[in-house]
């Protein structure tokens, strides 16, 4: 069975940083390209970065020279490093693993194993 657990969300002032993570129980982990989203209220869910499963990452270009994916193949985790928070980061964050896709073309809700969110504040 598979299992996504995120942690690491919270209440933060605008201009500080949080790392999220996301626990991955099973073996897809190791066969899946990772990715965060997120979902701020009244807006749909979208991809905000990925990485494979060698290490290649992609960003979009709101959190793209702020943020950092990892992940750590021997702990069956994926983190998130966000910097310099902004009022418009609050959202709902989510992992998912998607096999059989690529960084490029991630997949949707519905689609792919996903995690129940961690909840990112920022206050201004």
């Known amino acids: 069975q598979v299992q996504l657990v995120e942690s690491g969300g919270g209440l933060v002032q605008a201009g500080g940083s949080l790392r999220l993570s996301c626990k991955a129980s099973g073996s897809i982990f190791q066969i899946s390209p990772m990715g965060w989203y997120r979902q701020a209220p009244g807006l749909e869910r979208e991809l905000i970065a990925a990485?494979?499963?060698?290490?290649?990452?992609t960003y979009v270009d709101s959190v793209k020279g702020r943020s950092t994916i990892s992940r750590d193949h021997a702990e069956n985790m994926m983190y998130l490093q966000l910097n310099s928070l902004k009022s418009e980061d609050t959202a709902m964050y989510y992992c998912?693993?998607?096999?059989?896709?690529?960084?490029?073309?991630?997949?949707?809700?519905?689609?792919?194993?996903w995690g129940q969110g961690t909840q990112v504040t920022v206050s201004s």
């Open positions: 998912a693993a998607c096999p059989l896709r690529t960084i490029q073309e991630m997949c949707r809700p519905g689609a792919g194993y």
């Open positions: 990485i494979g499963i060698r290490g290649e990452t």
